[in-house]
């Protein structure tokens, strides 16, 4: 059968196909150009036969050019690339690569002599011979390529253009210390620096073979404001200024110009220039001390983000991705910078959020994709900074109560803040809930936009012969769930935050901490019975709730009554939850976080009646006897295993407060077997709960037994025996083939072993007798019902206790024959058993057979 995949997958399928061939299309068309200018046919000097497959010409803007930033011979479009007609050995070098090498040391040094006689011998020729060295090679240099690449030597034509950018360079520092000696050095600077640039640009529009001189002066154009700046002895501000305005120059460049190196160029020292800028504005912004202060810095910045959307809204996706980002943080510090020194400590952090959702407001205007999705990101990192500010507020006002576990019921804080049980004071408390507020409010707005500008759900129209969004719809589903998720958190960090900035009393502040317990475990049983469309928003929502009810729970314990209130209305809205909720494992989350909430009430409710912690231990077992009703009344659902092991829990905690008192231990542990025997009467936990249900019988016995002073190993062990043996003859009854080992063997060893092991300690003769004769019944009843485990434990047991009482008469005896006799005992029984080996070994044959044929 053919696979027909839905609309929404096979328009990302054809999207990313479209992306790959256009792609492939301007790397050919790259390496196709590099081709031309190498070969150089006949035509217009310096300029290729466009042939039939040429790109389209460039516009202004950028994504009209094929291959932007790689210029030819640079990375992959280096000559040899693709198919080479001939492979030169390993680790020889090329005829190409070999005049490439020569050609750059001889420009090399061809320039440290230049510089050698201009800054070393310059005082020992005259004026004129100087000027006139200078100036004749200047000239000649600028001059030789031109030949050159009539004769198609474009290498050899590149490095002395090279040597030419550096001659003139070294002659203006030669007319500086000629013709202006005097005058400032970093003004002389920084208008050379402009005149070399608009030279050297000039001289590479000349010669458009040339590569070097246009970067140059590119790379020339970074220096003049720089130097002007500095040479006013400007402040920070001003070489801030400077720099963006560098930069700028550079994003207009970049634009305008369709030469791949010279764009490249541009791009990357314009990237640097502006960012440096930009920190500079960002410092000045950050230090002022009044709203004036702030105003120029803000402007400054003002002026960066015009520029930078100017540049982004004309780039390629992923510099106006970065453009739109960094023009975006740039509004939010200048307006945010301006309003922060006239508000309180602390409230700043609000004012950048709600001009970081200004920005994201204007993003939706009429903007290229590339550019909003920068200045989305822009306002999603200030709101990141915002919530790591907001962060420690929250988890004191989470993990304060902790603190106060060990002092429970001490008595009711006067106000939520000293209920916070902390020594960690917080300085911006009233502005937290605020932060966090709008914070909630600008992701609800993510959340609400991150479909598309105009709020539906529709894919974004996609123009053609441009590549679509291959991964846009991931992209708005992924943003969508994400701004869910931080709308969830932050909203309850407000809310959660808040009792603690008015610093409430005590009471409205564990009321309200159970209140948004609620509120979120309602909104993820929605999510659960599918009311809510973003699942990682139950998720969250069911996360939170659990985190609270912790919180909550630890506040309560400072009072009495707030205890029983807090864990009361947990333990209902857990019932509440478990019940509306569809899923399986919310449901028994739910449940199990119900019985640990009882559980807590119940030892409360032994605290309040003044009973100390082993005699409250009974009054904890009844939440445990409730889960086990509650079990056999749900049966094979899945929320009963869960809920029943947290009942087990709490008969865990009934035991360790009963461990004090030998008589409590020993109840509780009787109480506690008969609810695991009550469990076991179910077929479905008779496997689980059979075992431990004997068990704590018997040790609840033994414990008794202890404390009443009772020391024969007898009374701890026939009350397991005797019940054992019960249940062993009703399974052989209801099963005639099952062992008598399994049926019997338990409950046999239970008393037989520890009796024999008292035996040897005992000097009287009451427990041996009875013990042998208990054993001397059990294998005459082996043998009589062939029943191999009652043979085979009866006849040892006989047997070692009969080898009890003859010991003494033995060692007796033993001390009265001469030395020799018992070695002689010894050979007469090796004769006898060698005179008759086959006829013994017959016997012991027929012997385990007939015991072996036992069942």
């Avoid at 492939?24 to 466009?50: D, I, K, S, Y």
């Avoid at 310059?122 to 100087?130: A, E, L, Q, T, Y």
């Avoid at 936009?449 to 992209?475: K, N, Q």
């Avoid at 100390?612 to 445990?624: D, F, S, T, Y």
Wanted: charged fraction near 10%; hydrophobic fraction near 55%; charge should be positive.
């Amino acid at each position: 059968m053919e696979h027909v995949p839905p609309p929404a997958e096979e328009l990302t399928l054809l999207d990313r196909e479209l992306v790959r061939l256009d792609a492939r299309r301007a790397q050919l068309l790259t390496r196709r150009a590099w081709l031309l200018t190498v070969l150089q046919p006949p035509g217009t000097p310096g300029t290729p036969h466009p042939g039939p497959y040429a790109a389209p010409a460039a516009g202004p803007g950028w994504g009209a050019a094929p291959g932007w930033g790689a210029a030819p011979g640079w990375g992959a479009t280096a000559p040899g690339w693709g198919a080479p007609a001939r492979t030169a050995p390993k680790g020889a070098l090329s005829p190409r690569g070999a005049q490439h090498v020569l050609l750059i040391l001889g420009g090399l040094l061809l320039t440290i002599a230049a510089i050698a006689f201009t800054v070393v011998s310059w005082g020992r020729m005259g004026i004129g011979g100087r000027a006139a060295v200078l100036g004749v090679l200047t000239v000649a240099a600028l001059a030789a390529p031109v030949p050159l690449l009539r004769r198609k030597l474009p290498s050899t034509a590149e490095a002395l253009a090279a040597l030419a950018l550096v001659l003139t360079a070294l002659d203006a520092y030669a007319w500086y210390r000629v013709a202006a000696p005097g005058t400032g050095g970093l003004g002389f600077a920084a208008g050379a620096s402009a005149v070399l640039a608009v030279l050297w640009a000039g001289y590479g529009l000349l010669l458009p073979a040339l590569r070097v001189p246009l970067p140059a002066a590119v790379v020339g154009a970074q220096f003049p404001f720089l130097f002007w700046a500095a040479a006013t002895d400007a402040s920070a501000l001003g070489i801030g200024w400077a720099l963006v305005l560098t930069a700028t120059l550079d994003g207009v460049i970049a634009i305008r110009c369709g030469r791949p190196a010279m764009r490249a160029t541009a791009v990357t020292v314009g990237c640097v220039t502006g960012f440096v800028g930009l920190l500079t504005g960002l410092a000045a912004s950050l230090t002022a001390q009044s709203a004036a202060a702030a105003v120029s810095p803000g402007v400054l910045l003002l002026v960066a983000a015009g520029g930078l959307l100017l540049v982004a809204c004309r780039a390629p996706r992923e510099f106006g991705t970065a453009g739109g980002a960094a023009a975006g943080l740039a509004v939010v510090a200048a307006v945010g910078g301006v309003v922060r020194p006239e508000v309180p400590a602390g409230w700043w952090v609000a004012v950048y959020l709600l001009c970081g959702a200004a920005v994201a407001a204007a993003a939706r205007g009429p903007l290229p994709r590339p550019v909003r999705r920068g200045a989305r990101a822009s306002v999603a990192a200030v709101a990141a900074g915002a919530a790591l500010w907001a962060a420690p507020a929250a988890g004191v006002v989470l993990l304060g109560p902790l603190s106060r576990v060990g002092d429970a019921w001490a008595g009711a804080p006067s106000g939520a803040r000293e209920a916070l049980g902390t020594t960690l004071l917080w300085p911006h408390w009233n502005a937290v809930p605020v932060v966090l507020a709008v914070l909630s409010g600008l992701c609800a707005a993510a959340h609400r936009w991150s479909l598309r500008p105009d709020g539906t759900d529709a894919p974004e129209a996609v123009a053609p012969g441009t590549a679509g969004p291959s991964v846009s719809v991931p992209r708005r589903v992924t943003a969508r769930r994400t701004a869910g998720v931080c709308v969830v958190v932050s909203g309850w960090g407000a809310l959660l935050t808040l009792p603690a900035a008015l610093d409430v009393p005590y009471p409205v502040a564990w009321a309200a901490q159970t209140l948004w317990v609620g509120a979120l475990l309602a909104v993820g049983v929605r999510g659960c019975r599918g009311r809510v469309a973003n699942p990682a928003v139950t998720v969250t929502a069911l996360v939170c709730a659990g985190v609270g009810a912790v919180s909550a729970g630890a506040l309560s314990l400072a009072s009495e009554p707030a205890t029983y209130a807090v864990f009361g209305a947990l333990a209902a809205l857990a019932v509440t939850g478990a019940v509306r909720a569809p899923g399986g494992a919310v449901r028994a989350v739910l449940g199990c976080a119900a019985v640990m909430c009882a559980i807590v009430v119940a030892r409360a409710a032994g605290e309040s009646l003044g009973l100390a912690g082993h005699r409250a231990a009974p009054i904890v077992l009844i939440v445990p006897a409730l889960t086990v009703l509650l079990g056999a009344r749900l049966r094979r659902d899945p929320v009963a295993a869960p809920v029943e092991a947290a009942g087990a829990l709490g008969a865990l905690v009934a035991l360790g407060t009963a461990v004090t008192d030998a008589s409590a231990l020993s109840l509780v542990l009787g109480l506690c077997g008969v609810l695991a025997a009550g469990t076991a009467v179910r077929p479905e936990r008779r496997a689980v709960a059979g075992w431990p249900a004997v068990a704590l019988l018997a040790i609840a016995v033994w414990v008794r037994l202890a404390a009443s002073g009772v020391s024969a190993p007898e009374a701890y062990t026939l009350p397991l025996t005797l019940p054992a043996l019960a249940a062993g003859a009703l399974l052989r009854r209801r099963d005639r083939g099952a062992s008598s080992w399994k049926a019997y063997g338990g409950g046999l060893a239970v008393t037989l072993v520890p009796s024999l092991g008292a035996v040897w300690a005992d000097p009287h003769w009451t427990r041996p007798l009875l013990l042998g004769a208990a054993a001397l019944v059990i294998t005459l009843a082996g043998a009589r019902f062939r029943l191999q485990a009652l043979l085979v434990l009866g006849g040892a047991a006989l047997a070692l206790d009969g080898l009890h009482e003859l010991a003494p008469y033995v060692v007796q005896v033993a001390g009265v024959l001469p030395r020799w006799v018992p070695p002689a005992l010894a050979g007469v029984l090796l004769l006898a058993v060698g005179a008759t080996y086959e006829h013994r070994l017959r016997d012991a044959r027929r012997l385990r057979d007939a015991v072996v044929r036992m069942r």
